[in-house]
């Protein structure tokens, strides 16, 4: 592995859940795309894994597909960081549910951002159910992420793509709202929304690994060290431990082959993120 330039690393895109819903999620991806995971899904081992890899700090992101359950899930996560010196626990609601209850109840109990995983969960960034939670984030100055994008198997998913999030970005232009895995398969439209947009940010998970081309038939190097240097403060550093079929190694070898400064780096792989969880 290259040697690790900075330190204070956030990895911005982590998956915490119980053992159970884990393991459901990666069946249905072993499923869908023949992904086999050796990654621990134990919170102490994963975290003995990123901090050997230099990962101060990661966002603890929870999902489900159905209605209901996401209070007792984001219960999960907020008891299962609550000792953690480097979790940032994450909230999730499904558009079915009380969200303006579950948000609420899950911020006050210590979450500190929420996690929609759109294609998974079945509704769009812009769903008029959101609306009472992202009003909750937006009084509590606080962090979104969201899977919009079509990748990796989502390109008819009617929930996902840029025209969703644009619509969501029109109703709410000063949530602070992740775009993850660089907004692939329509980057250049998410990257265009980064440019225009000081709330808008986009993660590198998995579509900037090493093997992308391989796992989600994306080419890293189509974007170039100048859109990555010109947009270095919109864009962080995640990973989608543990659900990686890959060493973790290979989701940063790329981006630290890249011809960037220093300067760069240190936005990429800690200030971005400090800045996108309200940090800085
Ligand atoms: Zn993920």
Same mark, same amino acid.
């Given at each position: 592995?290259?040697?690790?330039?900075?330190?204070?690393?956030?990895?911005?895109?982590?998956?915490?859940?119980?053992?159970?819903?884990?393991?459901?999620?990666?069946?249905?991806?072993?499923?869908?795309?023949?992904?086999?995971?050796?990654?621990?899904?134990?919170?102490?081992?994963?975290?003995?894994?990123?901090?050997?890899?230099?990962?101060?700090?990661?966002?603890?992101? *929870?999902?489900?597909?159905?209605?209901?359950?996401?209070?007792?899930?984001?219960?999960?996560?907020?008891?299962?960081?609550?000792? &953690?010196?480097?979790?940032?626990?994450?909230?999730?609601?499904?558009?079915?549910?009380?969200?303006?209850?579950?948000?609420?109840?899950?911020?006050?109990?210590?979450?500190?951002?929420?996690?929609?995983?759109?294609?998974?969960?079945?509704?769009?960034?812009?769903?008029?159910?959101?609306? *009472?939670?992202?009003?909750?984030?937006?009084?509590?100055?606080?962090?979104?992420?969201?899977?919009?994008?079509?990748?990796?198997?989502?390109?008819?998913?009617?929930?996902?793509?840029?025209?969703?999030?644009?619509?969501?970005?029109?109703?709410?232009?000063?949530?602070?709202?992740?775009?993850?895995?660089?907004?692939?398969?329509?980057?250049?439209?998410?990257?265009?929304?980064?440019?225009?947009?000081?709330?808008?940010?986009?993660?590198?998970?998995?579509?900037? &690994?090493?093997?992308?081309?391989?796992?989600?038939?994306?080419?890293?190097?189509?974007?170039?060290?100048?859109?990555?240097?010109?947009? &270095?403060?919109?864009?962080?550093?995640?990973?989608?431990? *543990?659900?990686? *079929?890959?060493?973790?190694?290979?989701?940063?070898?790329?981006?630290?082959?890249?011809?960037?400064?220093?300067?760069?780096?240190?936005?990429?792989?800690?200030?971005?993120?400090?800045?996108?969880?309200?940090?800085?």
């Amino acid at each position: 592995m290259a040697e690790f330039p900075i330190g204070d690393v956030v990895d911005a895109h982590v998956h915490l859940m119980p053992e159970r819903l884990m393991a459901a999620i990666r069946e249905a991806l072993s499923d869908a795309a023949g992904w086999e995971f050796n990654h621990p899904t134990d919170r102490d081992e994963m975290e003995a894994a990123l901090t050997t890899a230099g990962v101060e700090q990661y966002t603890a992101l *929870p999902y489900v597909a159905r209605s209901g359950a996401a209070a007792d899930l984001n219960e999960w996560v907020i008891e299962a960081t609550a000792d &953690s010196d480097h979790a940032v626990p994450f909230a999730t609601v499904h558009a079915a549910d009380d969200v303006e209850a579950v948000v609420t109840d899950a911020f006050d109990a210590g979450a500190c951002g929420l996690k929609l995983q759109l294609p998974v969960q079945g509704f769009g960034a812009d769903d008029p159910r959101l609306g *009472p939670a992202y009003e909750v984030v937006a009084a509590r100055d606080a962090p979104v992420v969201l899977h919009a994008g079509t990748a990796p198997m989502f390109t008819d998913s009617p929930h996902v793509g840029v025209e969703r999030f644009e619509s969501f970005l029109a109703s709410y232009p000063d949530i602070r709202v992740c775009v993850a895995h660089m907004g692939t398969y329509e980057i250049e439209a998410f990257l265009n929304l980064a440019r225009d947009n000081d709330n808008v940010f986009l993660d590198t998970t998995f579509a900037m &690994s090493s093997v992308a081309k391989t796992y989600m038939d994306f080419d890293p190097t189509t974007v170039s060290d100048d859109t990555l240097a010109e947009l &270095s403060t919109s864009i962080m550093y995640g990973s989608d431990y *543990p659900n990686i *079929p890959y060493p973790y190694a290979r989701e940063r070898e790329h981006l630290l082959s890249r011809d960037l400064s220093v300067e760069v780096q240190r936005d990429i792989f800690s200030r971005t993120a400090q800045r996108f969880l309200g940090n800085d």
